[in-house]
């Protein structure tokens, strides 16, 4: 089955868009209301916890990009069987995983306040929360998590955003309304669990309705069942790496300075994580476009468009990572307060840690979906223990500059490595045109960037001046990467592929 792409993808991130929007604005109100009715070290509190349990779904090995990616080609076959065997595994692995996280979870209490640098907040027990934060974790496992890969599978990740559009302002008004009234942090926890059983019956619903035909049966083959072992397998390193990227930082930072620092890092950290998260929306719904793309068409279409789309990434990341330079420091000002911000050079470390992470996300959704995880199965090995070893050395060094700096070299090790993987086994070319363009873009966004910011440093940072530099911002690095690009071949084919997509959507 031809799985229609261009309207699927475009389908997904509409929808996604619509539900990160939600997904900013709450969290942003609900770290707001917890700041000042409960205060910073809170904030903390739910960053650490939140580490702690990103670092017991390791459990989960991976199995759930395997999953999907097996369910690609009996999809494109029309081999229901198939699909109900896999729904059958995937089913049976996510409740030993809910468990697995349950005991471990269970097993880490005593340790807890080992993590804890300084006092806690006199009105918690901060095993009472823990557990809260581990039962919903271990629910999101046990209730019927295999239907989100039939979702995925089907490239209609549209429905978890619509789904999630509506429960999510729902859960968000129980929890803001509980802190509210009773000032207490264990009335907003309380509410997670809930809207997490919530969230997985409707999907369940939504799925049995939709997919009648495709519930959990059978077993699959050994010859299939090997393959998924060897993807799970080489999956593993990557699901490591990319927990200890993204966790490993605020239990360090807990170990080393406390919740107060952890939760002044974590605004900083929000805030990019959420521009990181809209940009993901596409990244996710080109992914099984792309596997079908792999699959059906000519390796040289697959390179035009990889070269587009990373042009596409290019300039996207470059953009925001201006706009992050040169918007944080009065952004924080108005939200935070002079006292809970960092100083200026770590905004721009936190720019330089955006562009490097985000820049790699063409090749590493290519690699996603044409499924060459065995491939590149020792560099996320490689990347984690450069992570951790410069995360604890350097944070004694230079403090939470490390923290950043760890993690943007043991990125910039990545590249590389994940690049060759891309051209070898996709694209059987060198990489050399890729890395001259990538260069460039990089060059241009660099001048365009010191000329904006040039413009923006003069005004200050209250709100009227915040408004005059998000204006800036917004026109004069893109007039700047335009004039720096438009005569490329990659400009002129995103020019015809975004006019296409815009007369397609105009005809419907």
């Known amino acids: 089955m031809r799985i229609e792409r261009t309207k699927n993808t475009l389908r997904n991130i509409i929808f996604g868009f619509g539900y990160r929007l939600l997904n900013i604005i709450l969290p942003f109100i609900s770290r707001t209301a917890i700041l000042y009715i409960l205060g910073e070290q809170y904030l903390g509190l739910s960053s650490l916890f939140t580490s702690i349990l990103s670092f017991l779904s390791l459990a989960d090995l991976g199995v759930g990009g395997a999953m999907v990616y097996s369910m690609y080609k009996p999809i494109a076959e029309n081999d229901t069987k198939t699909i109900r065997a896999l729904l059958n595994l995937y089913l049976k692995f996510y409740r030993i995983i809910g468990t697995v996280i349950l005991v471990l979870g269970l097993c880490l209490i005593p340790?807890?306040?080992?993590?804890?640098?300084?006092?806690?907040?006199?009105?918690?027990?901060?095993?009472?929360?823990?557990?809260?934060?581990?039962?919903?974790?271990?629910?999101?496992?046990?209730?019927?998590?295999?239907?989100?890969?039939?979702?995925?599978?089907?490239?209609?990740?549209?429905?978890?955003?619509?789904?999630?559009?509506?429960?999510?302002?729902?859960?968000?008004?129980?929890?803001?309304?509980?802190?509210?009234?009773?000032?207490?942090?264990?009335?907003?926890?309380?509410?997670?669990?809930?809207?997490?059983?919530?969230?997985?019956?409707?999907?369940?619903?939504?799925?049995?309705?939709?997919?009648?035909?495709?519930?959990?049966?059978?077993?699959?083959?050994?010859?299939?069942?090997?393959?998924?072992?060897?993807?799970?397998?080489?999956?593993?390193?990557?699901?490591?790496?990319?927990?200890?990227?993204?966790?490993?930082?605020?239990?360090?930072?807990?170990?080393?300075?406390?919740?107060?620092?952890i939760g002044i890092y974590g605004n900083y950290y929000y805030i990019m994580s959420s521009i990181i998260g809209f940009l993901g929306i596409c990244y996710s719904a080109m992914t099984a476009g792309l596997g079908n793309s792999i699959a059906l068409e000519s390796v040289d279409k697959n390179y035009n468009d990889f070269m587009k789309f990373s042009f596409i990434n290019s300039w996207l990341v470059g953009w925001c990572t201006i706009c992050l330079v040169c918007l944080y420091q009065p952004f924080m000002y108005l939200w935070a307060g002079k006292d809970l911000m960092f100083p200026f050079y770590i905004v721009l470390e936190f720019g330089l840690y955006f562009y490097v992470y985000q820049i790699r996300k063409i090749p590493v959704t290519y690699k996603d979906a044409a499924g060459i995880w065995w491939e590149d199965r020792f560099r996320p090995y490689v990347s984690m223990i450069v992570n951790l070893v410069l995360n604890i050395v350097l944070t004694q060094v230079i403090g939470v500059s490390g923290i950043i700096l760890s993690t943007v070299i043991s990125l910039l090790i990545s590249i590389p490595w994940e690049n060759y993987t891309v051209f070898k086994y996709i694209f059987h070319r060198s990489s050399r045109e890729y890395y001259k363009k990538m260069a460039y873009y990089a060059l241009t966004v660099l001048l365009s960037g010191i000329v904006t910011f040039a413009l923006c440093s003069p005004w200050g940072n209250g709100f009227p001046a915040l408004l005059i530099r998000a204006c800036i911002c917004l026109i004069v690095p893109n007039l700047l990467i335009i004039l720096g690009n438009f005569k490329g071949k990659e400009f002129q084919d995103s020019k015809v592929f975004l006019i296409s997509i815009l007369k397609r959507k105009g005809a419907e």
């Open 111 to 261: 340790f807890l306040k080992v993590l804890v640098h300084e006092e806690l907040p006199g009105d918690v027990n901060i095993y009472v929360l823990y557990i809260l934060y581990l039962i919903n974790t271990c629910l999101s496992y046990w209730l019927f998590a295999y239907k989100s890969a039939l979702l995925q599978a089907y490239q209609r990740n549209d429905v978890e955003s619509k789904i999630a559009m509506v429960i999510t302002p729902l859960s968000y008004i129980f929890m803001l309304g509980a802190l509210f009234l009773t000032h207490n942090y264990y009335a907003y926890v309380i509410w997670l669990p809930f809207f997490t059983i919530v969230t997985n019956l409707v999907r369940m619903i939504y799925v049995n309705k939709y997919f009648p035909e495709l519930r959990p049966q059978g077993h699959i083959s050994q010859e299939l069942r090997a393959s998924i072992v060897k993807k799970v397998t080489a999956l593993l390193g990557t699901k490591l790496n990319t927990v200890v990227l993204n966790a490993a930082d605020n239990i360090v930072m807990a170990a080393y300075f406390g919740l107060t620092t």
